[in-house]
């Protein structure tokens, strides 16, 4: 595995800790951001390969996100989870590429990171 570089952008602040704190701990480079100015900031700077993004956040969203992030890697693997649905997130993202997508109610930390891998890996 090349690289370890990981982001999640979402806005509930609780979450994102749990999350980088979990990664962390396995060894991962991990870092979180609040909203869509922060995840850019902080995407630009550490240039992660793989984001776990938010499907609703305030302001710009994670299927608006996306894009803008595909624009400066075309590379990058991102990982959808949200409360919403995976009908509703599959009918935002059709076409945007995104790698997988999580339900936040059902999410194991261990089945996400088995997905990060996988997305690093490929």
Known sequence: MPSKKILIV???PGFTQLIV???KAMGYDAHSAGNADEGMALFKRHKPAVVILDFKMPLVTGYQFLPILQGMNPMVKAI???GCLAEEVEERFR???YFSFFEKATLSLEKL???VDEALSY
């Open 113 to 115: 990171k088995q997905k």
């Open 10 to 12: 979402d806005d509930e």
């Open 95 to 97: 076409g945007l590429g």
């Open 21 to 23: 704190e979990y990664f």
């Open 80 to 82: 959808v989870v949200s």
